[in-house]
């Protein structure tokens, strides 16, 4: 059996990737990727935790998140599409009506 | 079991479904949708008043606390208290909404029946007494203000604040969510009652681990309640967004980030506070210091305010520094008071561009000709908002700041620090007065104008309950501190 350790550097990873893309990409749409990687690193966590422990929470949560985390995803898109019709393009770097 | 006591929040759901099929079907529904919602809220407050016992009528039979679905919900004193201020700032920003969202506008019952589920998701906050529960009226909460941000689709600020608000709450709810992950891993559970004693049994191995989480749930939360340094999205969110909508973000949206830190951190962990206690001190100094030193130089009365609140959030925050009940009861209370003021204020900033004024802090010159009762009600807000006796935001600084002292130690130097800051903040709050009432107003002499009725209410209404709070303060401070017991007995 795979030790829990490996999950655990495996989502840990994932997350880490996740907080990169969001900190440097200027894509829209990359930024929504990186998030819903964050997202699911942690159902791997909720997973094997629950997996090695033969507790059932943390596969209900987990449940729980990838709904809430598909309802974030539409939202996501609704706003990005919003913001496509009114500015023409999605790279966040030419969004800059409100600065001080 | 007594599933009658969740009556508010199920008239709510209920009124907001009903809300998009009357859209579609009904006539005159610029008209109905503001009366139906508002009608949903006043009768979900007088159910919670009752409950509560502010009228006395014993027609239900609930206990309370009442422990629901296997102790997912907890309703308590606490509970009760911000669902009772939530469900009244809902009521101002609909009353105002009306008037604010043009008769013309599209998309009119989403708005309102996002604002009720949004108002849901915040209740479930207040009663989550799980991980899973709080998480989920958390994001049941921030997906409507998402959507509601970003309302007037045909306004590029309106867009480009949806858009920064989704960024960054989507990201805090996955670092939110990772650090409730390794908490399931050390604890087994996701329930916070147990927390204490599940953490109790871990081995040294674990520490690092668990302060991995406890910083995940730490910058988190942050974002939500705009702490510094999470609170770089808060000023630009606040200025795109529809002023009523802004008005809901700073009066409830962010208490319901520190309804969950309470819940979290003076709930389930207080056993731990040696270890976090300093981290939220650093925050608080650093939050209002932030705050109050960027207000100075805003033109913009919304960002003005959107800074504003920061401070007061690193006030609110000085309670999980302190973290006594006696803090948790001015936190509490300063909840309150300073929900009047925001409520309160925006309204007016709302009005004003009703009124054709402008949000600049300039615009407001000869206001006091112009319209004196919103002159008058944006004086005490600002006065109230400064600290300045006997207004509602004296009493609960007072409360708070004393609290801090009463601790001692290093915690002294932080009332310190915020007794500097509030007399910093009184340099930018006067400068409102200063427009209004003491500049001369110019060659173009100002009339006198009609105030909108629908947005007088909730400003006359919220400018009465400050000050009635500061002249007697007594009975709400008792509710406050009555609310902190059911957290930190």
């Given amino acids: 059996m795979i030790p829990l350790n490996y999950y655990l550097v495996l989502s840990a990873m994932l997350f880490c990737i996740g907080i990169y893309g969001v900190l440097t990409k200027k894509n829209a749409i990359y930024v929504l990727m990186s998030i819903e990687i964050m997202l699911n690193s942690v159902n791997i966590n909720f997973v094997a935790f629950s997996a090695y422990s033969g507790d059932v929470t943390g596969q209900v949560f987990a449940l729980f998140s990838i709904a809430l985390a598909a309802a974030e995803v539409a939202i996501g898109l609704a706003i990005f599409l919003l913001l496509y019709k009114r500015y023409g393009t999605v790279e966040l770097n030419n969004i800059k009506l409100l600065r001080w | 079991m007594n599933y009658l006591i969740l009556l508010p929040q199920m008239i709510l759901v209920a009124i907001a479904m009903l809300i998009p099929a009357i859209d579609l079907y009904g006539k005159d529904k610029a008209r109905i949708l503001p009366y139906l919602a508002s009608g949903a809220l006043g009768i979900s407050l007088l159910f919670l008043a009752i409950f509560t016992g502010i009228i006395p009528l014993e027609i239900f039979d609930i206990t309370i606390p009442t422990s629901l679905f296997g102790g997912m919900l907890v309703i308590d004193r606490f509970a009760l208290f911000l669902q009772l201020l939530f469900g009244t700032v809902t009521l101002f920003v609909v009353m105002a909404s009306s008037t604010y969202i043009k008769k013309n506008e599209r998309n009119q ?22 991980l899973i529960t709080l998480f989920i009226g958390l994001e049941i909460a921030s997906i409507s203000s998402y959507a509601l941000a970003g309302f007037r689709k045909n306004d590029k600020k309106s867009a480009e604040a949806a858009m920064k608000y989704f960024i960054i709450g989507a990201l805090s709810s996955s670092i939110v969510l990772y650090g409730i992950s390794l908490f399931y891993g050390l604890t087994g559970t996701t329930d916070l009652a147990q927390f204490g004693t599940a953490l109790s049994n871990l081995n040294s191995g ?60 003076l709930f389930g962990l207080i056993s731990f506070k040696a270890d976090w206690a300093i981290a939220f001190g650093v925050m608080a100094a650093l939050t209002m210091t932030i705050g109050n030193l960027a207000a100075l130089k805003q033109q913009d009365l919304k960002r003005m305010l959107a800074y504003s609140s920061i401070a007061q959030a690193g006030y609110i925050m000085m309670a999980l520094a302190v973290a006594t009940q006696y803090a948790l009861g001015g936190a509490l209370f300063h909840i309150l008071t300073h929900a009047f003021m925001k409520t309160g204020a925006f309204i007016i900033v709302a009005m004003l561009s009703v009124m054709l004024i402008g949000s600049r802090v300039e615009d407001l010159r000869g206001l006091r000709i112009k319209s004196p009762i919103t002159a008058f009600c944006m004086a005490i807000m600002m006065l109230s908002l400064a600290g300045i006796p006997p207004l509602a935001g004296f009493a609960s600084k007072f409360v708070l700041f004393s609290s801090a002292i009463d601790a001692g130690g290093w915690l002294i130097w932080l009332a310190v620090i915020a007794v500097i800051n509030s007399a910093i903040s009184l340099y930018y709050y006067a400068r409102v007065l200063k427009e209004m009432y003491v ?25 009465a309950a400050v000050i009635i709070i500061g002249l007697y303060p007594a009975p709400f401070v008792d509710a406050a501190m009555d609310a902190a017991r059911a957290l930190i007995p």
């Fill in chain 2, 109 to 130: 019952g989403e708005y309102y029946s996002l604002l009720l589920i949004a108002t849901v998701g915040m209740m479930v906050v207040a009663m989550a007494n799980d």
């Fill in chain 2, 206 to 265: 674990q520490d690092g681990l668990l302060a991995m989480a406890t910083i995940f749930l730490i910058a988190g939360f942050s974002f939500k309640v705009a702490a510094a340094p999470f609170h770089m999205w808060a000023p630009d969110v606040y200025q795109g967004a529809p002023t009523t909508i802004t008005t809901f973000l700073a009066a409830g949206s962010k208490k319901m980030g520190f309804a969950a830190l309470f819940k979290v951190f």
């Fill in chain 2, 439 to 463: 500049l001369p107003t110019g060659k173009n002499k100002p009339i006198r104008m009609k105030e909108p009725l629908a947005m007088l209410i909730p400003i006359v209404l919220a400018t």
